[in-house]
């Protein structure tokens, strides 16, 4: 393995693991504000941010989307997943929560197809039928407890999955950064419109005071640290490649697992890690059978 691919797959586990950090910080919210203001206070204060670097960078220029509705709806899946899967990890513990989220990929192989026209491939339904039987056994002590709210982290995975289609077919319409600032500004409109319908629903849960300065704050972390996450990970892209990568991302869930037990007191059962094992083991079946593109080395 060359020094590019080492240093990439070094800084891609960064921003992964990053990422698990900031939704545990969300998770300390719990109880305290509603979770459709939180996301959407995040994704306001994320949007800001990025927004004047993107003008500092690029200039004005840089603001105006190649493909408007493709944008709107980059921003209308990731406003989707991000209410479902902050909601998920405000009732559920959050390895848990991450465990069903990761069946994004297999979603993602499944619709390429129908989406992209691509050929689904027979390791694809086999993958998916695992991941269906990985995700049974995680959902088996929470849908009893907790009803349908437990399918939030599945939700939240078929719309992760539609924006990364959306991403693929936006590829060469703006550089990294604009991409960021593009979806980030698409769901935002649409996040505190949530918020506003889920304050004036009546339900208790989803009333919308004025915030502590703590939660302001927690929020502005989360927003630094997922958007160092993404840019982490795009990094290591380009340094090792999609490909090599790829297999990074379940490093959230052992940060998710290690922060669950030590923040929150949250201790998966041994079904509960068989099944996430499942799932994890379905995406990496399809990593290990797609054909690998060539690497770009340029990066260095």
Not at 70 to 79: D, P, T
Not at 95 to 122: I, Q, W
Not at 131 to 138: I, T
């Amino acid at each position: 393995m060359q020094h590019s691919e080492r240093s990439g797959i070094l800084i891609a586990l960064c921003g992964f693991a990053l990422l698990s950090v900031g939704d545990a910080v969300i998770k300390t919210m719990s109880g305290e504000w509603s979770p459709l203001a939180v996301a959407a206070l995040r994704f306001a204060l994320g949007s800001a941010g990025l927004s004047v670097l993107l003008a500092a960078n690029e200039g004005k220029a840089a603001f105006r989307p190649g493909n408007p509705r493709l944008q709107a709806a980059r921003g209308f899946c990731l406003a989707a997943a991000s209410l479902c899967f902050f909601s998920a990890i405000f009732v559920m513990p959050l390895a848990t929560a991450m465990a069903l989220a990761f069946v994004s990929p297999v979603v993602v192989a499944l619709l390429s197809g129908p989406l992209l026209g691509e050929k689904v491939r027979a390791a694809v339904w086999f993958a998916s039928l695992a991941a269906l039987v990985g995700v049974g056994l995680v959902l088996r002590p929470n849908l009893a407890e907790l009803g349908l709210v437990a399918l939030l982290p599945l939700a939240s995975a078929f719309f992760f999955a539609l924006m990364i289609i959306a991403n693929r077919a936006s590829a060469g319409q703006g550089s990294a950064l604009s991409m960021q600032v593009f979806v980030q500004i698409g769901a935002m409109p649409l996040l505190i419109l949530a918020a506003v319908g889920g304050h004036i629903s009546g339900f208790e849960n989803l009333q919308i005071s004025a915030p502590d300065w703590t939660i302001v704050a927690r929020c502005a972390v989360v927003a630094i640290t997922a958007s160092s996450a993404h840019w982490l990970a795009y990094i290591g892209t380009q340094r090792a490649g999609a490909a090599t990568i790829a297999p990074t991302t379940y490093v959230q869930m052992l940060v998710a697992t290690f922060l669950g037990w030590w923040w929150f007191g949250d201790i998966p059962d041994l079904l509960t890690l068989a099944g996430a094992a499942i799932i994890i083991g379905a995406g990496l079946l399809l990593w290990w059978s797609t054909p690998r593109e060539p690497v770009n080395l340029s990066a260095d």
